[in-house]
């Protein structure tokens, strides 16, 4: 085999592994992050306690997977997507008035003017609703500065 041949082969067998179905896969694996533990975000609003989506009624926004118990709440947040997603990205809303990213648990939340918040645990949310304006104006001037800050950084 010449080294033409060599490289030619070579380059070949680069491309049936980067174009292979199980590099597709993974890729798509890499990208399917299930935004709000699964519940359905529009069901945060009905007044009612939120339920959980299903894999029947599911939309994608910025790289993240939403479910929806029904048709027409996906398509509700897909008309509005701004409406229904939660505040700073879904991180604790307390911890972001503190200058910090916590994970935001879906089971500990609030609409307050029509914006879904969430809180890290009961306890932290109990902090949180002490002076819940005070609180939201601090961490909408904290996002700005720390929303694309990892939160091992913080």
Same mark, same amino acid.
């Given at each position: ?5 060599? &490289? $030619? !082969? @070579?380059?070949?067998?680069? %491309? $049936?592994?980067?174009? !292979? #179905?199980?590099? /597709?896969?993974a ?23 939120p339920?959980? @989506? ?10 993240v ?10 398509? /509700?947040?897909?008309?509005? #997507? $701004?409406?229904? &997603? ?8 307390? =911890?972001?008035?503190? @200058?910090?990213?916590?994970? =935001? ?5 609030e609409?307050?003017? =029509?914006r &879904?918040y ?7 949310? @109990? ?15 904290n996002?700005?500065?720390?929303e /694309? %800050? #990892?939160a091992? !950084? &913080?």
């Open positions: 085999m010449t080294g033409i041949e060599r &490289l $030619a !082969s @070579g380059i070949l067998t680069a %491309l $049936a592994i980067a174009f !292979s #179905p199980a590099t /597709a896969l890729a798509d694996v890499a990208h399917s992050t299930t935004g709000v533990g699964g519940y359905d975000l529009v069901s945060y609003h009905t007044g009612e306690k339920v959980r @989506g299903n894999g029947n009624h599911v939309s994608v926004h910025d790289g997977t939403y479910l929806f118990q029904n048709e027409a709440n996906k398509e /509700a947040f897909e008309s509005d #997507p $701004a409406r229904y &997603l939660p505040a700073y990205g879904g991180f604790c809303a307390y =911890g972001v008035a503190v @200058g910090k990213k916590f994970v =935001g648990d879906p089971d500990v939340w609409v307050v003017d =029509g &879904l969430l809180n890290l645990d009961n306890k932290i949310k @109990g902090l949180w609703t002490k002076d819940v304006p005070g609180n939201i104006a601090k961490a909408d001037r996002w700005v500065r720390i /694309a %800050l #990892p091992s !950084s &913080l």
